[in-house]
C-alpha cells in the first residue's frame, strides 16, 4: 500500500510533464483509437475520441483492437512485452505499444486528443524483465541506438525498476555512462523529440 505522500508526489511528477511545466513535444498523428476501440467506452463516433475505462489505481490489460494513443497507431494489446499506460483522473485509459510514445503523450496529451482530465498515473516495462512498473519510479536510459536491439517503433528510452540495473546497462556500452540515466521528471521535449522523429514546437 502506497503513502499518500507517495501517490501525491508521483502525482504532481505526472501532472507537471503534462501540463507544460516540462516543455511539450509535438507529434505528427492524433490520439488513434482503433476500429472497435470504443467497445469498453460506448460508442461516441460523433463526440469526439472515446476512452476504455481505467481503474487509475493500478495497470489494466490494453483492450484488443485498441491502437496507440500516441504517434504510432500500433495495437498495444500485440506488444506485451513492451506496451505501456496511462490513466487519467477521470478513470480514461490511454495505451502505448512502446515507452517511446508514451513519453511523446505525455508531454502534450491534448496534441494526441487525449482526455481533459489530468493524468493520474503511468506504468512501463522494466526494459530487462518486461514487467509493468510505475512509470515515475523507473529509471530510464536514454539509448538512442536504433541499431543495439530490435525493438518496437525502432528505438525507446530503456526503463528500468532497479537503478543498478540501469548502471549495469550503461556499463555495457562504451557510448554510453549514468548521465544517460534519468527520472522521469528529468526527460524532457529534446529527448521525446529524439525518439519520436516529429517537430517540436515552435518557442
Same mark, same amino acid.
Given at each position: 500500500? #502506497?503513502?499518500? /505522500?507517495?501517490?501525491? &508526489? +508521483? *502525482?504532481?511528477?505526472?501532472?507537471?510533464?503534462?501540463?507544460?511545466?516540462?516543455?511539450?513535444?509535438?507529434?505528427?498523428?492524433?490520439?488513434?483509437?482503433g476500429s472497435d476501440a470504443s467497445a469498453d467506452?460506448?460508442?461516441?463516433?460523433?463526440?469526439?475520441?472515446?476512452?476504455?475505462?481505467?481503474?487509475?489505481? #493500478?495497470?489494466? /490489460?490494453?483492450?484488443? &483492437? +485498441? *491502437?496507440?494513443d500516441g504517434p504510432c497507431g500500433m495495437e498495444p494489446a500485440d506488444y506485451p512485452?513492451?506496451?505501456?499506460?496511462?490513466?487519467?483522473?477521470?478513470?480514461?485509459?490511454?495505451?502505448?505499444d512502446s515507452v517511446g510514445c508514451l513519453v511523446s503523450y505525455l508531454h502534450d496529451p491534448?496534441?494526441?486528443?487525449?482526455?481533459?482530465?489530468a493524468v493520474g498515473n503511468a506504468w512501463v516495462r522494466d526494459f530487462g524483465t518486461k514487467t509493468l512498473l510505475d512509470a515515475t519510479d523507473a529509471s530510464y536510459v536514454l539509448d538512442y541506438s536504433k541499431e543495439r536491439h530490435e525493438e518496437v517503433m525502432a528505438h525507446n528510452p530503456?526503463?528500468?525498476?532497479?537503478?543498478?540495473?540501469?548502471?549495469?546497462?550503461?556499463?555495457?556500452?562504451?557510448?554510453?555512462?549514468?548521465?544517460?540515466?534519468?527520472?522521469?521528471d528529468a526527460f524532457g521535449a529534446e529527448a521525446a523529440h529524439r525518439y519520436r522523429d516529429y517537430p517540436l514546437p515552435e518557442e
Open positions: 500500500m #502506497e503513502s499518500s /505522500d507517495t501517490g501525491r &508526489g +508521483r *502525482r504532481s511528477v505526472l501532472a507537471a510533464i503534462a501540463s507544460g511545466s516540462i516543455p511539450a513535444v509535438a507529434g505528427c498523428l492524433g490520439g488513434a483509437t467506452a460506448g460508442d461516441l463516433p460523433d463526440e469526439g475520441p472515446s476512452f476504455p475505462d481505467h481503474p487509475v489505481d #493500478e495497470p489494466r /490489460d490494453p483492450p484488443p &483492437g +485498441r *491502437r496507440c512485452g513492451s506496451n505501456a499506460q496511462i490513466a487519467h483522473a477521470d478513470g480514461s485509459g490511454v495505451f502505448f491534448t496534441f494526441y486528443d487525449g482526455p481533459d482530465a530503456k526503463p528500468f525498476a532497479d537503478r543498478a540495473d540501469a548502471v549495469a546497462y550503461v556499463d555495457s556500452y562504451d557510448d554510453l555512462d549514468e548521465a544517460d540515466i534519468v527520472g522521469l
